[in-house]
T-cell receptor, first 112, second 112 residues
Framework: GENVEQHPSTLSVQEGDSAVIKCTYSDSASNYFPWYKQELGKGPQLIIDIRSNVGEKKDQRIAVTLNKTAKHFSLHITETQPEDSAVYFCAASTEGNNRLAFGKGNQVVVIP | KAGVTQTPRYLIKTRGQQVTLSCSPISGHRSVSWYQQTPGQGLQFLFEYFSETQRNKGNFPGRFSGRQFSNSRSEMNVSTLELGDSALYLC???????????FGPGTRFLVL
């Protein structure tokens, strides 16, 4: 099955700096890549997703890039704010399939 | 539009018992997926139900089962509880397959 790896496990950034989280996947058939943010005591919340027919997608301070050849995708958060502190999960699935394979998560800490 | 709701939010059981968790999807969503989240294994896919039928299944023992009703609400049952079943159980809903999944707040479950 699909194996998704996520690096680094913990990331500390100064407020206002950028944060980048990278994920790799193993199944070349995967074509849907969502990113979720999970705050303490809550369920994961979708923040952005990308499908394999595009290489980059942006939504305000958040962007995701996808490199199908290298089988990796990254989350970029610019101008970080304290409320960005959370655990971020990347995931992958194939067309028409709701079975998401998740990475282990990144703890992002934004230092005021 | 109301989000995904899960009941109960917290639950304590003892080994050998069984438990039933409930998930109500977003109105209009017909697919419900269940995930187990633990510190060691992360987020793992349990199964997915669509139109009252199990459409996909993860690598969990037969003690984990589920069902979906005609109104798309879903239940997950775990029989003969083991200490290792302690986890956060999340459900996610989507319209059909391969689309954005929205997670509920989860049921935090402890087996003593």
């Amino acid at each position: 099955g699909e194996n998704v790896e996520q690096h680094p496990s913990t990331l500390s950034v100064q407020e206002g700096d950028s944060a980048v989280i990278k994920c790799t996947y193993s199944d070349s058939a995967s074509n849907y890549f969502p990113w979720y943010k999970q705050e303490l005591g809550k369920g994961p919340q979708l923040i952005i997703d990308i499908r394999s027919n595009v290489g980059e997608k942006k939504d305000q301070r958040i962007a995701v890039t996808l490199n199908k050849t290298a089988k990796h995708f990254s989350l970029h958060i610019t101008e970080t704010q304290p409320e960005d502190s959370a655990v971020y999960f990347c995931a992958a699935s194939t067309e028409g399939n709701n079975r998401l394979a998740f990475g282990k998560g990144n703890q992002v800490v934004v230092i005021p | 539009k109301a989000g995904v709701t899960q009941t109960p939010r917290y639950l304590i059981k003892t080994r050998g018992q069984q438990v039933t968790l409930s998930c109500s999807p977003i109105s209009g969503h017909r697919s419900v997926s269940w995930y187990q989240q633990t510190p060691g294994q992360g987020l793992q896919f349990l199964f997915e139900y669509f139109s009252e039928t199990q459409r996909n299944k993860g690598n969990f023992p037969g003690r984990f089962s589920g069902r979906q009703f005609s109104n798309s609400r879903s239940e997950m049952n775990v029989s003969t509880l083991e200490l290792g079943d302690s986890a956060l159980y999340l459900c996610a809903s989507s319209y059909s397959g391969g689309e954005t999944q929205y997670f509920g707040p989860g049921t935090r479950f402890l087996v003593l």
